[in-house]
C-alpha cells in the first residue's frame, strides 16, 4: 500500500480526504455486516465484480477509481494497473475502509507493491482534480434524487475520452438521459451476471467522456 503523498497533484485535490463527523445508523450496520454477507452468498457479488472486471478493460498505467467500494471484492481487477497505474477505492463508511485496508494489507503479502489506495469521501464532492482519472467504477447508484450531482462529478474528474461504468444490481431504471444531460456519450446498456438474490440480472451502463476536441 502506497503513502496517500504518492498520488500528488495529478489526481488529488488540495482538500483531499475531507473528515465528516456523522452519527451511526442502522443503515450503516446493515451495509458493513449484513449486506456483505448477503450478497456474497446470495447474490453472487464475486462473480459481479469478475464481470465488472472485465468490462471495465483495465490497462497497466492507468488512474482507476471505484466508488462505493465497500470490501476489497475489487482486489480481482485492481492490480491491473500495475506499478504505473493508480487505483483508488473510495467508499462512504469510514468502518468499512478500515476493515478493507486491513483485508487489503492481508491479501497484499508476498507480492510487489501496488499503486492502490482506499480512501473515504462523498460521492457528491470527488476530492480530485478535473481531467485526472482514466477510468470510473460506480455501483449500486439507485437514488435518483443524487445520480445527477454523483454523474457530474464523475464527469468532471474523468480525462477526455475517460469511460464509466456503472453496475446497478437490481435498479429497475438507468439513468441514461441524466448521463447525456450531464454530458456522457457513447452510452450503452449490457445485462450482466445472475443476481439471485431479487431473481434478476445485474446491469450496466457505460458510457464515455467525450475528447477535449469534440466538447
Known amino acids: 500500500m502506497e503513502s496517500e503523498s504518492h498520488f500528488g497533484k495529478d489526481v488529488l485535490g488540495s482538500n483531499s480526504f475531507p473528515k465528516k463527523s456523522r452519527k451511526k445508523s442502522n443503515r450503516d450496520a446493515f451495509y ?21 472486471g472485465r468490462r471495465a478493460q483495465i ?7 471505484e466508488l462505493g467500494a465497500g470490501y476489497p ?20 463508511n469510514e468502518t468499512i475502509n478500515k476493515r478493507s485496508k486491513k483485508i ?4 497484499n503479502l508476498g507480492k510487489e507493491k501496488q499503486s492502490e ?19 470510473i467504477i460506480t455501483s449500486g447508484i439507485d437514488n435518483l434524487s443524487t445520480a445527477e450531482d454523483i454523474f457530474k462529478e464523475t464527469f468532471r474528474v474523468l480525462k477526455p475520452e475517460g469511460r464509466l461504468i456503472s453496475s446497478e444490481p437490481c ?19 449490457r445485462l450482466g451476471t445472475p443476481f439471485p438474490l431479487f431473481m434478476s440480472l445485474n446491469r450496466f451502463v457505460m458510457a464515455s467522456k467525450p475528447s477535449s476536441k469534440d466538447a
Do not use: C
Open 171 to 189: 435498479n429497475p431504471r438507468l439513468d441514461t438521459d441524466i448521463l447525456r444531460k450531464v454530458g456522457f456519450t457513447h452510452i450503452r446498456q
Open 117 to 135: 489506495q482506499i480512501i473515504t469521501a462523498d460521492t457528491n464532492s470527488l476530492p480530485f482534480l478535473n481531467d485526472s482519472v482514466d477510468i
Open 104 to 107: 487489503s494489507q492481508f491479501l
Open 59 to 65: 490497462q497497466e498505467g492507468q488512474k482507476v477509481l
Open 32 to 52: 458493513e455486516v449484513w449486506w456483505p454477507l448477503i450478497s456474497s452468498t446470495l447474490g453472487l457479488r464475486p462473480l459481479h465484480m469478475w464481470d465488472v
Open 73 to 92: 471484492l475489487w482486489k480481482m481487477y485492481s492490480g491491473r494497473v500495475g506499478k504505473t497505474g493508480t487505483f483508488i477505492a473510495l467508499d462512504v
